[in-house]
């Protein structure tokens, strides 16, 4: 599976942007999706999680603001991020195969296959 991540940008804070993961080979519809971010200086940290039946998760950070989503038939996966803000701003990238269990959605080292970053700056 080759995932890439786009839809990075520049936006004011209060703004919106859509990011987007696409993936090759039919077992992505299999795997469980998530978002991380790594901000200047930081860890990388988890955003949100989708497994392959809907379920979702959020860090508390980004609850209620972003949504994550995904297309099985378009083999795409989507981040919808509203009500932005400056400490959002990081690269942003998508990953799939959750390995281990369920439980350890938030965790990066878990995941087998990794796209490429996608810059997010959220200006003040």
């Known amino acids: 599976v080759q995932l890439q991540a786009s839809g990075g940008g520049l936006v004011q804070a209060g703004g919106s942007l859509r990011l987007v993961c696409a993936a090759s080979?039919?077992?992505?519809?299999?795997?469980?999706v998530a978002w991380f971010r790594q901000a200047p200086g930081k860890e990388r940290a988890f955003v949100a999680s989708i497994n392959w039946g809907g379920g979702t998760n959020y860090d508390d950070s980004v609850k209620g603001r972003f949504t994550i989503s995904r297309d099985n038939a378009k083999n795409t996966a989507y981040l919808q991020m509203n009500s932005m803000k400056p400490e959002d701003t990081a690269v942003y990238s998508c990953?799939?195969?959750?390995?281990?269990?369920?439980?350890?959605?938030?965790?990066?080292?878990?995941?087998?296959?990794w796209g490429q970053g996608t810059l997010v700056t959220v200006s003040s």
């Open positions: 990953a799939a195969q959750l390995v281990g269990g369920s439980n350890y959605y938030y965790m990066a080292s878990r995941y087998g296959y």
């Open positions: 080979g039919h077992a992505f519809r299999s795997y469980t």
